[in-house]
């Protein structure tokens, strides 16, 4: 159980154009969905926070504006990268929780290239 | 704030021998601290986590850690070296009181286990 999946698995791009990456949970409801960023041989770190049906919460230092976050229902949320620039290739990874789990259940991460 | 820093970058051992990945942690509150471990091309699997129960917290595929509030730390230990332990694992922990649910996850840098056959 508790399974988190990503799609796509790998995008490329050109720049300027938007890309959308979807979470989801397939066996649970996950009220609270988290984004995180992880450069290349570096750790993960978390960009946003949200709950279904709310605005997500974003860290300090993440464009609200380029990394457009909806979690409108309790198994999909959605990350879009507006107007996407080379700087923003990554690999971007999910995680989901439950109201009754205390852990976070991670996607497979989506690899994103900007040409 | 909370952060957490993993000692080595890279640790190597042989098959068969112990296993150790160091960690030191600061936090505000009482932490919840957790290991995920990364396999190439796959997802973040939780090893283990503490939530402020048991001091020795007992993960899956033989590894445990021991969380010691005077030194700070949460280091990750097998007694026994498998290849299939290649891997990157993680140090994480999470100042929230949801015990990692509901908060966001700090992540340490990173540590590259690579096992010599």
């Known amino acids: 159980g508790a399974v988190v999946s990503q799609h796509p698995s790998r995008v490329i791009c050109k720049s300027g154009t938007s890309v959308k990456i979807e979470c989801r949970s397939l066996d649970f409801q996950a009220t609270t969905m988290f984004w995180y960023r992880q450069f290349p041989k570096k750790s993960l770190m978390l960009m946003a926070t949200s709950n279904e049906g709310s605005k997500a919460t974003y860290e300090q230092g993440v464009e609200k504006d380029k990394f457009l976050i909806n979690h409108a229902s309790l198994t999909l949320s959605t990350l879009t990268v507006t107007s996407a620039h080379p700087e923003d290739s990554s690999f971007y990874i999910c995680?989901?929780?439950?109201?009754?789990?205390?852990?976070?259940?991670f996607g497979p991460g989506t690899r994103l290239t900007v040409l | 704030a909370q952060s957490v820093t993993q000692l080595d970058s890279h640790v190597s051992v042989s098959e068969g021998t112990p296993v150790l990945l160091r960690c030191n942690y600061s936090?505000?509150?009482?932490?919840?601290l957790f290991w995920y471990v990364q396999h190439p091309n796959k997802g973040l699997q939780l090893l283990l986590k503490?939530?402020?129960?048991?001091?020795l917290v007992k993960g899956i595929n033989g590894f445990e850690a021991e969380f010691k509030k005077s030194e700070t730390s949460f280091h990750l230990t097998k007694p026994s070296a498998h290849m299939s332990d290649a891997a990157e694992y993680f140090c994480v922990v999470s100042d929230g009181y949801s015990g990692g649910g509901a908060d966001g996850l700090t992540f340490g840098k990173g540590t590259h286990l690579i096992i010599q056959p």
């Open positions: 503490y939530t402020s129960a048991a001091t």
């Open positions: 995680s989901a929780s439950g109201s009754y789990t205390d852990t976070q259940y």
């Open positions: 936090s505000s509150y009482s932490p919840s």
